[in-house]
């Protein structure tokens, strides 16, 4: 659980304060959402991120 909270506040960071580095943010989303199976609130945030990005959604993010 722990690393789930450490790896959403790194990924809501990025998002925040540093959209335009793509690399990174797909890297621990993909960790995030596929890895560690994480979700809560992220799916939105991440997939508005997507969209504004204009990026193509990933394999392993499931919008529900």
């Known amino acids: 659980m722990h690393e789930k909270d450490i790896c959403r ?15 990174e943010i ?6 995030y959402f596929s890895d560690l199976k994480a979700n809560w609130y992220m799916s939105s945030i991440f997939n508005t991120w997507l ?3 204009k990026l193509e959604k990933p394999d392993w993010f499931d919008v529900n």
């Open 26 to 31: 797909m890297k621990l989303a993909e960790h």
């Open 9 to 23: 506040s790194q990924l809501l960071l990025l998002i925040a304060n540093y959209p335009e580095d793509r690399v």
């Open 51 to 53: 969209i504004s990005n």
